[in-house]
């Protein structure tokens, strides 16, 4: 379980938000809402690791994440708003090359099921460069497939994404709840899953 125990965030001069404090248990989800600055991302960046609060904690399964951030980064898969590719790599490198860094050994063969199911079939090879936003956006979801976590934190994961593969998107999510994982998210359109947790900052 994901407990966030009174989490301020301040930028400069300015707090964002303060105090806030929930648990995510397994097989749940949360999606933070909130109008644009409020600090979504933010937020969800110090979920990650990525970044410190101004005060409070972040603990995985009754241990902060700050006393152990290597067995918490092995059971998280984040995926940034501007998810990082290199552009003269194609999706299938970018994929293989991602995932070894992390540790986590994949086949060409199961890089190209996920890419396929994500609708990127014949672009397995084309450079990330000419690829659109909802091309790139699909690539960094394959990782849903291929990297094992059972903590999903995704900003904006629906951005720039076509009816079908938003449809495969809400399929990974359910399928990744029904397993016993959790997912915390945020999205400007309205989800099809089963009723969830919902934060307003």
């Not at 965030?9 to 105090?19: A, T, Y």
């Not at 399964?61 to 194609?90: C, F, I, M």
């Not at 890419?115 to 936003?133: D, H, K, M, N």
């Not at 359910?174 to 998210?185: R, W």
Request: aromatic share 6%; net charge positive; charged share 20%.
């Amino acid at each position: 379980m994901l407990a966030v125990s009174h989490l301020t965030c301040q930028r400069g001069e300015r707090v964002l938000f303060q105090d806030l404090s929930f648990d995510l248990p397994d097989r749940q989800w949360l999606q933070i809402a909130g109008t644009n600055g409020a600090g979504k991302t933010s937020l969800l960046r110090i979920l990650a690791g990525l970044s410190e609060p101004a005060t409070g904690s972040v603990a995985w399964n009754g241990v902060p994440v700050r006393a152990n951030r290597s067995a918490y980064h092995a059971d998280l898969l984040y995926l940034g708003h501007q998810g990082a590719l290199k552009e003269e790599l194609t999706p299938l490198e970018n994929l293989t090359l991602g995932l070894g860094m992390e540790g986590f050994a994949t086949t060409a063969p199961a890089v190209r099921d996920a890419l396929t199911r994500f609708g990127l079939s014949g672009r397995e090879r084309l450079p990330v460069r000419y690829l659109s936003a909802g091309q790139r956006r699909r690539v960094l979801l394959c990782r849903l497939r291929l990297r094992p976590a059972r903590l999903w934190i995704l900003d904006e994961p629906y951005t720039a994404l076509d009816v079908h593969a938003a449809a495969v998107l809400t399929e990974h999510l359910e399928s990744h709840l029904a397993q016993g994982g959790s997912v915390l998210l945020t999205s400007h359109q309205s989800l099809s899953l089963a009723p969830g947790m919902c934060i307003t900052l």
